[in-house]
């Protein structure tokens, strides 16, 4: 995760490859090269990461928040909304962290929701660790993003 928080996303992917080849069940390991590969603009292989995630843990909401965030990046929006509603609707029988929400939204590139759903992240404290996160890069510009950094006693 180091690598693609610092941006070195080549060094990224070859990392988490090596790491998946050993432990190839490893949900977290598949989501991050997706994640690698998304960056890289290598869109088939950061999907089918991604969706190899969700089949290694099913439970686990972030991996389908990435998949949003990437197929929209892929320009595929009517599967990455189709996937958002899949969010949706798991949100209605259990939980789904907001920053979840955040990430697919910043993917979609709608600002209001991703804020909103950014400033619940920041409610309850789940947010800190993702900040620097390559899937918010586009909306840093953005004034609302540097309120929620000094909110966090962050520097903006």
């Known amino acids: 995760r180091g690598y693609l928080v610092s941006k070195q996303y080549e060094q990224a992917t070859i990392s988490l490859q090596q790491a998946a080849d050993l432990n190839a069940t490893d949900y977290f390991i598949r989501m991050v090269l997706g994640q690698a590969f998304e960056q890289r603009k290598m869109f088939d292989s950061a999907l089918f990461e991604l969706r190899t995630a969700i089949s290694l843990n099913p439970r686990s909401s972030r991996p389908r ?12 929006t009517a599967a990455a ?17 907001a920053l979840d929400f955040a990430i697919a939204y910043a993917g979609l590139g709608d600002l209001p929701q991703t804020f909103l759903w950014l400033n619940r992240a920041c409610d309850d404290h789940s947010i800190r660790p993702y900040l620097m996160d390559p899937g918010f890069d586009r909306i840093r510009s ?7 950094m000094r909110r966090l006693h962050l520097p903006a």
């Open 65 to 76: 928040a990435l998949l949003v965030h990437a197929l929209a990046s892929a320009g595929d």
């Open 81 to 97: 909304i189709a996937e958002l509603h899949l969010l949706e609707e798991r949100l209605k029988v259990g939980y789904v962290p």
């Open 142 to 148: 953005d004034p609302r993003y540097g309120v929620l």
